[in-house]
């Protein structure tokens, strides 16, 4: 009954170095995107764009940012003031964000 036992350890033996090793196995798949990049190589994050690409200056001129810049802020404006038109105006609290509302949400007077 010697062998018997002694197959047995054996066994577990086994399974404690295969389970150990498994786990270190998915430790170290777990843990190589955070090694990769702390060691500047690429990894499964960072390898959709490429260093080159990546390192590309994305300033344009400086004139032409600030013209794009006033652009936007064209826009923006033109934006909030079509908003404002369709805003609804409580006589305390002003301007409200509800368009349809027939009274203000916050103090409850009729909107204008
Ligand atoms: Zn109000």
Same mark, same amino acid.
């Given at each position: 009954m010697a062998g018997g036992a002694y197959a047995r350890r054996e066994r577990v033996r086994v399974a404690l170095v295969v389970g150990?090793? +498994?786990?270190?196995?998915?430790?170290?798949?777990?843990?190589? %995107? &955070?090694?990769?990049? *702390?060691?500047g190589r690429p990894s499964a994050t960072s390898r959709g764009v490429p =260093?080159? #690409?990546? =390192?590309?200056? %994305?300033? %344009?001129?400086?004139?032409?940012a600030v013209a794009s810049e006033r652009a936007i802020d064209d826009i923006a404006e033109a #934006? &909030? /003031? =079509?908003? /404002?038109g369709r805003m609804?105006? @409580? !006589?305390? @609290?002003?301007? /409200? !964000? #509800? %368009? *349809?509302a027939r009274y203000c949400s916050r @103090?409850? =007077? !009729? +909107?204008?």
């Open positions: 150990t090793l +498994l786990a270190l196995a998915a430790l170290a798949y777990v843990l190589w %995107p &955070i090694i990769a990049a *702390a060691e =260093r080159s #690409e990546a =390192r590309a200056d %994305p300033t %344009p001129e400086p004139e032409t #934006e &909030i /003031r =079509r908003a /404002r609804k105006v @409580c !006589p305390v @609290c002003g301007p /409200r !964000p #509800e %368009p *349809a @103090c409850g =007077r !009729p +909107l204008a």
